[in-house]
């Protein structure tokens, strides 16, 4: 069976990356590494069900926003502590995207996100109030959904 990992070059000691994104979620684990050498270091994490691979052998390549990780959460709390912990020494955005210390951009959203936007009566007003949002606030949101 096939699988897809998205595999990170990072600029950042890799240890230090997945020790933080394992620490993220409940059941985040470092599956393999990290394994670090002269040239270059790699881990292998599990977060929610989703692995990733992290690399580093120096600044040849960067990640860029085109490539982002979405975390659905459930609750504001959920956002929030996320949010938080990837802000800490990253940048925020609009939409609730960050990048956070290691340069890896994440959204953070309502796991209903996509259905508030799609719906045919509302779904431009939550966007429009979206637009306005770093950090996405779920009851500003159900509001610009309710009108």
């Known amino acids: 069976m096939q699988t897809v990992t998205p595999f990170l070059w990072i600029q950042h000691p890799v240890d230090e990356a997945a020790n933080f994104y394992a620490g993220l979620f409940d059941d985040g684990q470092i599956v393999s590494g990290p394994n670090v050498g002269d040239d270059m270091s790699s881990a292998t994490?599990?977060?929610?069900?989703?692995t990733i691979h992290l690399f580093?052998?120096?600044?040849?390549?960067?990640?860029?926003?085109?490539f982002s990780l979405m975390v659905t959460c459930s609750t504001q709390a959920e956002i929030d502590r996320l949010w938080d912990a990837l802000c800490d020494g990253g940048t925020p955005s609009m939409c609730g995207w960050v990048t956070d210390r290691f340069g890896v951009t994440w959204q953070v959203v309502p796991d209903s996100l996509?259905?508030?936007?799609?719906?045919?009566?509302?779904?431009?007003?939550?966007?429009?109030?979206?637009?306005?949002?770093?950090?996405?606030?779920?009851?500003?949101?159900?509001?610009?959904l309710s009108g």
């Open 114 to 144: 996509q259905e508030w936007l799609s719906d045919p009566a509302r779904g431009g007003e939550v966007a429009k109030v979206m637009l306005q949002m770093q950090k996405l606030e779920i009851a500003d949101l159900r509001a610009a």
């Open 56 to 66: 580093n052998a120096g600044t040849q390549r960067a990640l860029t926003e085109a």
């Open 45 to 50: 994490v599990r977060m929610s069900g989703q």
